[in-house]
């Protein structure tokens, strides 16, 4: 397992934006070559996958946030960027980074092995 930490959460407007970043190892040391997702749970309900980034690169989105975030990683594949625009007061959540032991994605919570500590997002109306 690879130790991961989120920042960058907090709050904003909605129509807002914010980025998030994932740092792994805590300080980007470590490099990631494997699938990087980000999730996040909304209170009262299950965690859920929104978005992936295999090792090739090759992004994909859960369809409550296509269009509005995008999920990519810097050149040295040691840290995972959540980019939010539009922010919606549906998407107050806490928002974590995961990555998994494989280098092909899933939708599934299940199948990721490390997560971080998760940083929380407000959005309001």
């Known amino acids: 397992q690879v130790p991961l930490v989120e920042s960058g959460g907090g709050s904003a407007q909605a129509g807002g934006s914010l980025r998030l970043s994932c740092a792994a190892s805590?300080?980007?040391?470590?490099?990631?070559?494997?699938?990087m997702a980000w999730g996040r749970q909304i209170t009262g309900k299950d965690r859920e996958v929104i978005a992936v980034i295999d090792s090739g690169g090759d992004t994909a989105y859960d369809n409550a946030v296509k269009g509005r975030f995008t999920i990519s990683k810097d050149n040295a594949k040691t840290t995972l960027y959540l980019q939010m625009n539009n922010l919606e007061p549906e998407d107050t959540a806490t928002y974590f980074c995961?990555?998994?032991?494989?280098?092909?994605?899933?939708?599934?919570?299940?199948?990721?092995?490390?997560w971080g500590q998760g940083t929380h997002v407000t959005v309001s109306s």
């Open positions: 805590g300080d980007g040391s470590t490099k990631i070559t494997n699938c």
């Open positions: 995961a990555t998994r032991e494989s280098r092909v994605c899933s939708w599934r919570v299940s199948h990721y092995s490390s």
